[in-house]
């Protein structure tokens, strides 16, 4: 067993500043690395003019109003019972087998969430990321590519 985590675990990192050794180090090393690799990019000062879109082209008033207004239960209720089962678990665990069965008990919570976000005041960044994995791919390897 302790074989097995010593092959699994990484040791030391070679980076432009020479080698990385302790696990907060490494850690934080790893952690840059992907953060410069797909943080945020520069913001974009690209505009269309206000004449681009055709007006037949254009969201009516009556769909903006539908588009802009707050979620209902109903929906929230639908679009969980739509949802296709046995896909993969979301990042916190639980399938869509989970939000269909336990809907009596978690609709209140999920509510809530949706009204947060139709109000601007839910963090959505915690909805919206990744969990990276790294696998070497050769033996001994110590650099993050």
Known sequence: MNGRK???SIAFL???NGEITGQSEITNHIVDYYKQLFGHNESCSFHLGKGFW???LKVSEED???LIKPFSMEEIKATVMDMK???APGPNGY???FFKTCWETIKGDLYAMFQDF???QLDIKRLNYGVITL???IKEANTIK
């Open 6 to 8: 010593r092959k699994n």
């Open 14 to 16: 070679d980076s432009e």
């Open 54 to 56: 055709p007006n037949d």
């Open 64 to 66: 903006k109003v539908e």
């Open 85 to 87: 089962e046995n896909l």
């Open 95 to 97: 399938g869509v087998t």
């Open 118 to 120: 139709w109000k601007g």
């Open 135 to 137: 696998i070497p791919k």
